[in-house]
């Protein structure tokens, strides 16, 4: 049974040792392909492999088809919009991800994006602070909820929405629960971005909701840069002001956006939100466990292509 480990953002070295104790514990091989230069690479390496464990590595229909003896795909990580589900329930391969595993790093990094912007990304101009003022949250899942216990301890006030949640279940998370996004965002000095990139989702975040912020407000965006229709948040900060926008990781016009708003903007060149050796171990390892439970105990309880 051959386990591939295919990863194009290597794992911290301790998660990929923790991985290859599970799989050979369990008496399985693992097989490493880091950093590689592009799908012709995965497409080669999956001949042969009968789990995979990607992060954002893209699970293509090519990727599918080139792997015959593939039973199951594990990204190790939340979103899984980088794998074709459709082709994977096609070859009957079991697709799932690790949720909640990385989200203190994600919501470690969405806070201190917030205080980044407000210290004007610690150039010497005055900056402000962002206890005492109010946070929304958009998409209350385990980022969500983690970001929103955090601004508290840090003095902000929290709001939230969901379309999953009721607003007992968000007031219980800790937030309060707001009905329409065009009031989160009218009423929130931040928001900070936590949905997942779908076709419903794609595009969804552009120039009307970011002109309802309030003055001065800032964008956070540690889910997906497709999320937001870029053109219109080119559109928004030039009529704006005074608004600003942060992301993990660069929309496409980045470029454009700092000529053209400096500091009022930034992103990191690569995406880094799960980046920390604590995530890479508990994405890592819950992946090579998922693995090995289904294959000994038909394991599928986060399986997303169930039927
Ligand atoms: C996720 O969806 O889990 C995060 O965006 C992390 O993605 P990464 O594994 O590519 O860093």
Redesign the pocket.
């Known amino acids: 049974m051959k386990v591939l480990l295919a990863?194009q953002?290597p794992f911290a070295a301790a998660a990929v040792a923790g991985i290859r104790e599970i799989v050979e514990q369990a008496g399985y091989e693992l097989a490493l392909l880091e950093k590689y230069a592009d799908e012709a690479a995965l497409v080669a390496a999956v001949a042969d492999a009968d789990a995979l464990i990607v992060?954002?590595?893209k699970v293509s229909a090519a990727v599918v088809a080139a792997a015959p003896v593939l039973k199951i795909v594990v990204?190790?990580?939340?979103?899984?919009d980088?794998l074709d589900l459709e082709a994977l329930t096609a070859h009957n391969v079991v697709a799932m991800?690790?949720p909640g595993?990385?989200s203190n790093a994600?919501a470690e990094l969405a806070v201190a994006m917030m205080i980044f912007m407000a210290r004007t990304q610690f150039t010497p101009a005055t900056g402000t602070e962002i206890q005492g003022k109010t946070l929304g949250i958009q998409a209350f899942g385990n980022v969500g909820r983690l970001v929103g216990k955090k601004a508290e301890a840090l003095g902000m006030k929290v709001k939230a929405i969901d379309p999953f949640l009721s607003a007992e279940q968000i007031a219980a998370g800790g937030a309060e629960p707001v009905s329409d996004l065009e009031t989160l965002y009218s009423s929130c000095d931040y928001v900070s971005v936590h949905i997942?990139a779908t076709p419903q989702t794609v595009g969804s975040i552009g120039y009307d909701l970011i002109t309802k912020m309030p003055k001065g407000a800032t964008l956070v965006n540690?889910?997906?840069k497709e999320v937001i229709d870029e053109a219109g948040l080119e559109k928004a900060l030039e009529e704006r002001t005074d608004l600003k926008y942060v992301a993990d990781v660069a929309p496409d016009n980045m470029e454009t956006l700092k000529q053209r708003f400096g500091t009022r903007v930034f992103a990191t060149p690569k995406?880094?939100?799960?980046?920390t050796a604590e995530?890479n171990v508990n994405?890592g390892l819950a992946a090579a466990r998922q693995i090995v439970d289904f294959f000994t105990t038909g394991n599928t309880r986060f399986q997303l292509n169930k039927k």
């Open positions: 990863t953002k992060r954002s590595d990204r190790a990580g939340a979103g899984f980088n991800n690790t595993q990385n994600v997942p540690t889910a997906r995406k880094m939100g799960a980046q995530a994405a």
